[in-house]
C-alpha cells in the first residue's frame, strides 16, 4: 500500500500563493503523480501531473502560467506551487499515484490518494 498525505493548504487573499506538499510512504514505487481539487458542488478535475523522472508535466488549463509541479523522489514528495490564486481555485486539493507508467500524464488512471488539504482563496 501507498499513503499519501498533503500538506500546505489553508486560506490567502486573492492573488497570493500557496505551496502544497504530498508525502508518498509504504509501498513507494517509480510512477507518476498528480494534483486533482474539487470543489463544493462539483466534480473532482484534473490539476497537474508529473513523470516519475520529473522530466514531463501536465497541467490544466485554467491553472498555466500560474501553477508549477515539481518533485524530490529522494524525499518521496511531490509539490504543486500556486501563484496568483484566484477565488475560483479555492477547493479541496487531493494528491494521487498511479501504477500505471505510461500514457498521457493528464489521462492516467489513479489508485491511490491522499485524504486531501483545503485551499480557499477569498476576494
Known amino acids: 500500500q501507498v499513503q499519501l498525505v498533503e500538506s500546505g493548504g489553508g486560506l490567502v487573499q486573492a492573488g497570493g500563493s500557496l505551496k502544497l506538499s504530498c508525502a508518498a510512504s509504504?509501498?513507494?514505487?517509480?510512477?507518476?503523480m498528480g494534483w486533482f481539487r474539487q470543489a463544493p458542488g462539483k466534480e473532482r478535475e484534473f490539476v497537474a501531473a508529473?513523470?516519475?523522472?520529473?522530466?514531463?508535466?501536465s497541467l490544466a488549463d485554467s491553472v498555466k502560467g500560474r501553477f508549477t509541479i515539481s518533485r524530490n523522489n529522494a524525499e518521496n514528495t511531490v509539490y504543486l506551487q500556486m501563484n496568483s490564486l484566484k477565488p475560483e481555485d479555492t477547493a479541496v486539493y487531493y494528491c494521487?499515484?498511479?501504477?500505471?507508467?505510461?500514457?498521457?500524464?493528464?489521462?492516467?488512471?489513479?489508485?491511490?490518494w491522499g485524504q486531501g488539504t483545503q485551499v480557499t482563496v477569498s476576494s
Open positions: 509504504g509501498r513507494t514505487f517509480s510512477s507518476a
Open positions: 494521487a499515484a498511479t501504477v500505471v507508467s505510461s500514457g498521457r500524464l493528464d489521462s492516467l488512471p489513479y489508485q491511490y
Open positions: 508529473i513523470s516519475w523522472s520529473g522530466g514531463s508535466t
